[in-house]
């Protein structure tokens, strides 16, 4: 069955613009999760969305938002983008909430910020 | 506050050697603990999820441990090849918040033909 699929691959921004990243879990899993990887603070946890609601929220500021759609299919929105933007977003899709449940990451979408 | 730490940073060894990874966590109230692999560039592929009731899981040339008491994790690879040169990582979900994962720094490997 086809994994995480993020889209697009790689962005090229300018300081100011907002940019939109999109993922689609796999099939049946309804909880997606987004991560930002820097080499300087390795992967950090952003959101969280389960049945169309945010869950959870990392310690990022208001300019990153996201939201889920009913088909679990989630959208990562990063306003007024500032050059310590530029980093891999990796997204990661669980079939559930629940205890012990495996994460599945996508390919990611590298965000450089000029 | 969960902390994890993967020591060392980076580790060359020839081909055909068995090596350990090191995994350590602060906080032993864990779920379950995955490892996972990245190449350069790409997202992170799952190779292992032991949960906290099992002490080890195999799949094929790997083998994790999970000892929650010390608050450690090993990931050993039999025979490395070249083709297991990456970045591991281990992450342990946060207690109570669901699907949020705190990572190691990784542990960029290196097999030389």
């Known amino acids: 069955k086809a994994g995480v699929t993020q889209t697009p691959r790689y962005l090229i921004k300018t300081r100011g613009q907002q940019v939109t990243l999109s993922c689609s879990p796999i099939s049946g899993h309804r909880s997606v999760s987004w991560y930002q990887q820097t080499p300087g603070q390795g992967l950090q946890f952003l959101f969280e969305?389960?049945?169309?609601?945010?869950?959870n929220k990392g310690n990022f500021p208001g300019r990153f938002s996201g939201r889920q759609f009913s088909n679990s299919r989630s959208e990562m929105n990063v306003s007024t983008l500032e050059l310590g933007d530029s980093a891999l977003y990796l997204c990661a899709s669980s079939l559930d909430r629940g205890l012990g449940t495996e994460a599945f990451f996508g390919q990611g979408t590298r965000l450089t910020v000029v | 506050k969960q902390e994890v730490t993967q020591i060392p940073a980076a580790l060359s060894v020839p081909e055909g050697e068995n090596l350990v990874l090191n995994c350590s966590f602060t906080d032993s109230a864990i779920y379950n603990l995955q490892w996972f692999r990245q190449d350069p560039g790409k997202g992170l592929t799952s190779l292992l999820l032991?949960?906290?009731?099992?002490r080890e899981q195999t799949s094929g040339r790997l083998n994790a441990s999970l000892d929650k008491s010390s608050g450690r994790s090993t990931l050993y690879i039999a025979a490395s090849q070249p083709g297991d040169s990456a970045t591991y990582l281990c992450a342990v979900p946060v207690y109570n918040q669901g699907g949020k994962l705190i990572f190691g720094q990784g542990t960029e490997l290196s097999v030389k033909p």
């Open positions: 032991i949960q906290s009731s099992q």
């Open positions: 969305y389960f049945s169309e609601t945010q869950r």
